[in-house]
């Protein structure tokens, strides 16, 4: 990481016990690794540039783990990619099909 700097926050039990649990799990390497995600999320989703609209998706454990899997495979660069690959092929073949029914 470059140029960091230390904070301090408290964070009640309930919030620690969640954290350990993704650790755990292997979600994340550790506690400070999934704080830094939460925190890119949260940073991510409130100062997007206007131009881009985002949309938030919560996804079934085991999407998340096919979405994984392309990315080890190396079909994705990041789960974001897939998911991005994903929704174009998914908006691809519905307007496909809405043109097709046109016709």
Known sequence: ???TERITIRIPSDKVDALESLVKDGSFPTISD???AA???FVESHFTPEHIERVTVELP???VVELESLVKDGDSVSID???RNAVREYTRKRLTRAVEEMH
């Open 61 to 63: 454990k085991g999407n």
């Open 39 to 41: 925190i890119d999320s």
């Open 1 to 3: 990481m470059s140029d």
């Open 34 to 36: 999934a704080i830094r």
């Open 81 to 83: 990619d897939a998911i």
